[in-house]
């Protein structure tokens, strides 16, 4: 198990793995979309109420997020441990792997803490941040399938 790399997975395996990425991706998109949106909205309820935008929520939008959080923490952790157990098999260096580990956990507890406490500047930076870190180990695994044995 220990020579085990992803470039020995059969075409039909390689297909799933593929199909998997694939379906991330698009929800990265549509979940940068429906931020990306929700960001907007409720900057133009503020300003048509005449408030900035970070004093728009009250208690009660606050509990929510918290409320939410949680459920959004799990989620997002999920889809990282989901691509992660395919990139431990990608040939990647240990330390490479560890510091993607390392910043996904501080990316994800950042995000959820900008979730709760409303701060959409460090939701948005540290989303982008998860984001580019699926995708690198996304795009590291598809190559690592296909590499020639030496």
């Not at 799933?16 to 991706?25: E, G, N, Q, T």
């Not at 009660?60 to 923490?73: E, P, V």
């Not at 889809?79 to 910043?103: D, N, P, Q, R, T």
Request: proline share 1%.
């Amino acid at each position: 198990m220990a020579d085990f790399r992803l470039n020995h997975l059969h075409f039909g395996a390689k297909i799933i793995v593929i199909a998997f990425f694939f379906l991330v991706c698009i929800g990265l998109i549509l979940s940068m979309n429906t931020a990306s949106k929700a960001v907007k909205m409720r900057q133009a309820k503020a300003k048509a109420i005449g408030l900035q935008p970070n004093q728009f929520f009250n208690e009660d939008d606050k509990f929510l997020h918290f409320k939410d959080a949680h459920a959004h923490l799990y989620g997002h952790a999920l889809v990282f441990f989901a691509v992660a157990a395919v990139f431990i098999f990608s040939g990647v260096k240990e330390m490479y792997k560890i510091l993607v580990a390392a910043l996904m956990v501080v990316t994800l507890l950042v995000h959820t803490y900008g979730l709760i406490n409303i701060k959409v500047g460090i939701e948005i930076a540290s989303m982008v941040l998860y984001s580019i870190l699926l995708i690198y180990m996304m795009v590291v695994s598809m190559l690592a399938m296909y590499k020639k044995e030496k």
